[in-house]
């Protein structure tokens, strides 16, 4: 476990091209964060003040997930692209352990966007004053986006152990992301409550919206039920996706020639 | 028995690439895998290195069941060198390392054997062809395995780049390391290989020791300015068995214990002069052509 952990840290810290899409991130995030202090909301409170800001700044930065999917699907497609996936098996990696690995690379990435977003949290708060409640329950919120990052992440890897090429992973990946999720969740507007269900909108649903015009409400014209903390349900759920993602992951994996 | 298998069969969906094969490589000995493109060898070799799943048929690596753990004690090259090309060769080195459970420390020893230690800090993908394959080989020593796994070591190399990579071979197979190697080359395997097995379309044609299956016969290649003088008087050589003609020039087959020498003496005493006389065993192309020719 200690060895995948150290291999996995040294592909991730010595790739440049990673390295540069963690550095535009970091620019677009504090600008995306601290952009949001000017929106109506329907709470109160300012957003960028403790305890609220956990709760802004998880729902903001959630839509950048794109950043750390393009870093996870450039982190294991080029394993298959650098045949360095085949050497590790000839060398005696098993291939349970190669799945195993790969995890620790996406929970090396969710951990650390999410320390980096606790620092820009940090950081921006005590600049907004109010010291008088730090984390409050909201900060339920971080460990939702820290779920939501690694959901995510454990889909963007399914894709590339099942399509392998780089551009054609984050090509489905987006396409699913902007168009066959949001068309099917469309779709099944009205049909009981499975659009809750669909995979990435599970994974949503861990983090919760400030802002006044949000989706929910166009529908039902009222304001939703404002929630201060993560959902216990919703981080079951997940974790339910989670698991089948990772063993439909390995299934494919142990059944092909590599 | 550092390698068996038993019936290993291999059906990809419009071809079947492995057909029934049983090998026995034992310990010691440089075991090649001739056959020409496309008749199995890196399947074969795909199957028993984890990465590809036969349809049936066994295998076992050290008379033991198997596990990944087996392929640690095995050094591997399957034909390109597989590395990270943004990383520098101590890095590529020590994540092998770390797979196989080898101190770091090792990377030095490996590094010099195969000449890279003064460039062991260069990323990989500044190396020429040639050094990439010598990092292969490096990374397939490290922790001093017992059975090295060669697929086509000598691929797209320069004649010195092969020549150094036979050396290697050589001088690893007097350490006591088990080599097994798949190639189309055949002065290669002839040059560096004890054992042989012969595939084609997937199938065993023949299998042995390389010296008994390549020089079992007495061979003579002569030519002259008078050509058809020099061949009525081979035929007429009681020693010779048969004789083949192939662009003025005859290879002549003697009786086993007649030498070079008798028919020379044969020629000279009736006076016939020769201007090219090469006394050589059957070489392995020959061999391979005969024994794939169906």
Not at chain 1, 21 to 31: P, Q
Not at chain 1, 232 to 237: T, V
Not at chain 2, 32 to 45: A, W, Y
Not at chain 2, 230 to 235: I, V
């Amino acid at each position: 476990m200690k060895r995948l952990f150290e291999i996995e840290l040294l592909k991730l810290r010595k790739n440049r091209a990673i390295m540069v899409i963690g550095f535009l991130y970091a620019l677009i995030s504090i600008f995306l964060v601290y952009k949001s202090t000017g929106v109506k909301t329907y709470i109160d409170t300012e957003t960028l003040q403790f305890p609220m800001i956990w709760l802004t700044a998880t729902y903001m930065l959630g839509f950048l997930v794109i950043f750390p999917a393009i870093i996870s699907i450039i982190n294991t497609t080029s394993e298959f692209s650098y045949k360095t996936t085949r050497q590790h098996i000839i060398d005696g990696m098993s291939r349970n352990e190669f799945i195993l690995s790969k995890l620790i690379s996406i929970f090396i990435i969710s951990t650390v966007f999410t320390l980096y977003l606790i620092l820009l949290c940090l950081i921006l708060g005590f600049s907004k004053g109010n010291y008088n409640e730090f984390f409050g329950e909201q900060f339920s919120f971080v460990l939702g986006y820290f779920l939501y990052l690694f959901g995510i992440l454990t889909f963007v890897q399914l894709i590339c152990f099942l399509l392998k090429k780089t551009g054609l992973s984050l090509g489905i990946f987006l396409l699913y992301y902007l168009c066959v999720e949001p068309i099917l969740y469309w779709s099944l507007l009205d049909k009981f409550e499975i659009k809750k269900f669909l995979p990435l909108e599970v994974f949503d649903n861990l983090l919760f919206s400030p802002l006044k015009d949000n989706s929910e409400t166009i529908d039902k014209l009222e304001i939703p039920n404002i929630v201060y903390h993560m959902e216990w349900k919703n981080a079951l759920i997940s974790i339910v996706y989670i698991i089948l993602f990772i063993v439909i992951t390995k299934t494919i994996f142990n059944k092909r020639d590599i | 028995m550092i390698l068996n298998t038993s019936d290993l069969y291999k059906k990809y969906p419009k071809i079947i690439a492995l057909n029934r094969l049983s090998i026995n490589v034992d310990k010691g000995c440089v075991y090649g895998i001739l056959g020409p493109n496309g008749s199995g060898k890196t399947t074969t070799l795909g199957i028993l290195l984890g990465v590809t799943n036969a349809t049936s048929g066994t295998y076992s690596w050290f008379s033991s069941q198997n596990s990944s753990d087996d392929r640690k004690k095995i050094g591997a090259l399957l034909e390109t060198p597989n590395f990270y090309p943004n990383l520098n060769a101590w890095d590529n080195l020590s994540i092998t390392c770390k797979i196989k459970h080898v101190p770091t420390d090792d990377i030095h020893r490996v590094a010099e054997l195969v000449g890279l230690d003064d460039r062991l800090f260069d990323k990989f993908k500044t190396y020429s062809l040639g050094m990439k394959q010598r990092l292969a080989i490096g990374a397939a020593l490290l922790g001093k395995p017992e059975v090295l796994v060669l697929d086509e070591p000598t691929n797209g190399l320069d004649p010195r780049g092969i020549v150094e990579i036979r050396e290697l071979i050589n001088k690893i197979s007097k350490q006591g390391v088990t080599i097994l190697l798949a190639s189309h080359a055949l002065d290669e395997v002839e040059k560096v290989c004890t054992h042989v097995c012969v595939i084609q379309k997937g199938k065993k044609i023949t299998e042995g020791n390389v010296n008994e299956l390549v020089v079992s016969e007495n061979l003579v290649e002569i030519s002259s300015e008078d050509f058809d003088a020099l061949k009525s008087c081979c035929l007429s050589f009681s020693e010779t068995l048969s004789c083949e003609e192939n662009n003025k020039t005859l290879l002549i087959k003697l009786s086993e214990k007649t030498k070079p020498i008798d028919l020379n003496r044969h020629l000279v005493n009736n006076n016939i002069v020769v201007n090219h006389f090469i006394p050589r065993k059957k070489n392995l192309e020959e061999f391979f052509l005969e024994k794939t020719k169906q």
